[in-house]
Every structure is written in C-alpha cells, then in structure tokens.
C-alpha cells in the first residue's frame, strides 16, 4: 500500500495523526510520496522517525526553526 501526504504548511502536520492511526491498526505504508509539508513528513517518518516524535519535535522547535 502507498500514500500521499499533502498539505501546505501547518496542514500537512495533520498527516502525522493520520500516520499513527495506521500504525495503530497495523497499517504500514510501503511507499511514501508527498508535496509540500508532505514531502517533510513523508520523509521523516519513512526514515524511521515515529509520528509522535516528529510533532514533539515540531512542538519544541518554532516550525521556522525545525524546517531550516
């Protein structure tokens, strides 16, 4: 299974929710693709980060200063 994220700007951290919820239900994405804050999550988390330390991550960090 793959997925596209989206979203521009603060709107594409909801995919992030949208991540965890697969996972919880044993969901894992084979291929990820993105544009925009997509391509930012997308990458993240199929690095290995886990959806909930990115948006700790994000919550420390301005999103100027985690995007830069």
Request: glycine share 16%; aromatic share 8%.
């Amino acid at each position: 299974m793959g997925i596209s994220l989206s979203g521009e700007g603060v709107r594409g951290i909801a995919h992030l929710g949208v991540l965890e919820s697969l996972k919880n239900h044993y969901i894992e994405p084979g291929i990820i693709s993105g544009a925009n804050m997509g391509v930012i999550i997308g990458c993240l988390y199929a690095a290995g980060y886990e959806a909930r330390f990115i948006l700790e991550e994000i919550r420390k960090e301005k999103l100027s200063g985690f995007l830069s």
